[in-house]
């Protein structure tokens, strides 16, 4: 898979309030990191934040009542601001959102709250990913913090509740000039033995490479003196943390991010080297932290607590019968799909039971909750098979694709675009770009079967497809549904303007890898901060000895800012900068400052953003020879 347009490790730009990342081989646009994480917001505005508490209708029969809470977390992004500092660098420098690749939420109470067993909170729960740019988040609560909650929703009461998420983000490690020589097993069973344990922290992992690289069993070719020890420390645990462990939930709250290496019997055994100059696919943390009820608060203050907590009574259980909550974090509209759907398969136990488990469920929306209720036996933990299925309109009618299944246990079940035999490719248009524009796009990519064999079909032997699609107010987000094997499958993008000042403007982007895309005015050269260099050209003394020219400058789409630069024979340079709030008027209008005395005259016509302007302070001035 292409590395392309990856955040690219080696070259980070840090400010006070931002973090950006160049793209991998310098083709793309600059990623922007989020600055803080927020409850999302559903379609009519409302924060998607719900609390429930659920009981059985008979207080004596299964399931004893719990509560759940149930919300999506997405991202800020800085993009005015992150836009205004890139484009200082680079005139012509475009920013995108930097989406995650995953992570774990952990809910913590305050400090305020009594620490016992009814008060105690589940371990942290993966995060299920739309593709988009939100994550839910599911967790089941004891009946006394669900009325903690629930008490703290209706009087107002602040940091009662915490979350805090530590994502990945997928890059590029920075490429050095040495090669890394060593024994895998070795050198892992030295760093375990000095960490004192397999579960840390990866800054610690980065301090022990940093500070006591000499003293592991590694070694180093290269012009190792050269380097900078921290980076090479840093590039090092990329390495170390994407072959030989995996990204864990920290144990306690507030600790940064953690790895668990992997297991002694599963480390390889040999003479490894390492070139540390090739480009490798790693993943970075990235630790936030949110107060998931302040959103909420302020809706029950305009709507009631109704807006955001509901008492469920449910029928009671058979005893044996556990209930599996499943729930899907999908992209909307999803073009093409007709049912989405998982199905939960349990073999026979036996002595404990007997008899296989099979229930299905589908999707219809995708926020939709449904509860299964699996016969278990008392002393069975409930492990269980999961399968997604989809039913699509295909080029030769309609089909049920089914994944692979994969094992599964606990009472939870969050599902992600990931987990289904589809590649989903959501598009999504801001509200603000929508008001200016109407967004089409098409997706194109090949597809077809591997031969008998098993080898791969030729380019010839391939089918096309292609999916049409438009962004609106009313939709600004669509789905695209792709086969699993589809390759080469590309996005193209036209924006239309809707003004009656600019009807006829189109704009467009693209050809891009076909991936989650999120559009707004940001992602249009033409929009955010321009700068133009004027220059005057004085005539001769002997033909005019005017030392002084002045002209207004005035935004394409602005009406009242004007700005009045004047130019002397010793200054006849100068640059002006504006910010452009539509991509479809970008560029700027000047005319003669009038003098004292002296009549308007008319605005020129609309001004290249991207080219000098070039001025005779003769002509201008319409001076007759």
């Given at each position: ?43 009519d ?59 774990h ?37 004891s ?15 602040t ?77 090092l ?54 107060d ?15 807006a ?18 499943v ?45 299964l ?5 008392p ?27 994969w ?7 969050l ?5 289904f ?18 967004i ?69 982007l ?36 005017i ?25 006849p ?49 319409k001076?007759?020879?």
């Open positions: 898979m292409s590395l392309q347009g990856l955040p690219d490790f080696q070259y980070p730009i840090q400010t006070d309030a931002l973090s950006l990342y160049r793209p991998y081989e310098g083709r793309g646009r600059v990623l922007l990191l989020p600055d803080r994480l927020d409850i999302a917001l559903k379609a505005g409302a924060p998607d934040f719900r609390l429930a508490l659920i009981r059985g209708k008979n207080p004596f029969l299964p399931p004893a009542p719990y509560g759940l809470i149930d919300f999506r977390v997405a991202p800020h992004y800085a993009t005015a601001e992150g836009l205004a500092f890139i484009r200082q660098q680079n005139a012509q420098a475009m920013v995108a959102p930097l989406s995650f690749s995953g992570g939420l952990r809910l913590t109470l305050s400090d305020q709250v009594e620490t016992s067993a009814q008060f105690e909170l589940e371990p942290p729960q993966s995060l299920a990913w739309n593709g988009l740019g939100n994550a839910r988040s599911l967790q089941r609560l009946p006394d913090v669900t009325g903690l909650l629930k008490q703290a929703l209706e009087k107002g009461s940091f009662i509740l915490q979350a805090q998420a530590e994502m990945e983000l997928q890059g590029v490690s920075p490429r050095l000039p040495i090669q890394v020589q060593f024994n895998p097993a070795t050198l892992m069973a030295a760093i375990t033995e000095r960490l004192g344990q397999t579960l840390v922290a990866r800054a610690a992992l980065m301090r022990l490479l940093e500070e006591e690289r000499l003293a592991l069993p590694v070694r180093l070719v290269g012009d190792v003196e050269t380097l900078d020890n921290t980076s090479l420390a840093e590039t645990t990329d390495w170390i943390a994407a072959r030989f462990a995996q990204s864990v939930p920290a144990p306690e709250p507030n600790r940064g991010a953690y790895i668990e290496l992997s297991p002694t019997k599963e480390i390889p055994v040999g003479d490894y080297t390492w070139d540390l100059s090739t480009p490798f696919r790693c993943y970075r943390p990235a630790v936030f932290t949110l998931p009820l302040r959103a909420a608060r302020q809706l029950v203050e305009s709507a009631g607590l109704s955001v907590f509901d008492e469920v009574t449910v029928p009671s259980l058979s005893t044996g019968k556990t209930t599996i909550e729930r899907a974090n999908l992209p909307d509209s999803q073009m093409g799909i007709l049912e989405l759907g998982v199905d939960l398969y349990a073999a026979p136990n036996p002595p404990y039971r007997v008899q296989a488990i099979a229930q299905s469920v589908s999707f219809t929306a995708s926020d939709d909750p449904s509860s209720q699996l016969r278990f036996s002393k069975e933990i409930p492990r269980y098979q999961v399968s997604t299925y989809v039913i699509a309109k295909t080029e030769t009618g309609i089909a049920r694709i089914e994944s692979d299944k094992e599964h246990q606990g009472t939870q079940l599902l992600s675009p990931t987990h035999p589809v590649q989903f490719v959501p598009v999504e248009a801001s509200l603000a770009l929508l008001k200016l524009a109407a089409t796009g098409v997706c194109r990519w090949r597809y077809g079967k591997a031969t008998e064999d098993g080898a791969e079909p030729s380019e010839a032997e391939q089918l096309a497809g292609e999916q049409s699609f438009q962004l609106t107010s009313d939709r600004p987000e669509i789905t695209l549904s792709l086969p699993q094997d589809a390759t080469q499958s590309v996005l193209e993008i036209e924006a239309h303007s809707i003004s009656s000042d600019a009807s006829d403007r189109l704009l467009k693209g050809p891009y890898p076909a991936a989650a895309l999120r559009l707004g005015r940001y992602s249009f050269l033409e929009y955010g901060p321009h700068s133009v260099e004027i220059e005057c050209l004085f005539p001769p003394l002997s033909v005019d000895p030392q002084l020219f002045a002209v207004d400058m005035l935004a394409e789409g602005e009406a009242e800012t004007v700005t009045t630069l004047s130019f002397t024979r010793d200054r340079k100068k640059e002006w900068t504006w910010f452009a709030q539509s991509p479809f008027s970008p560029g700027y209008r000047y005319r003669v400052h009038a003098l004292p005395g002296e009549s308007l005259t008319p605005w020129s016509e609309p001004q290249s953003a991207f080219n000098p302007l070039i001025i005779s302070a003769r002509s201008a001035r001076v007759e020879p």
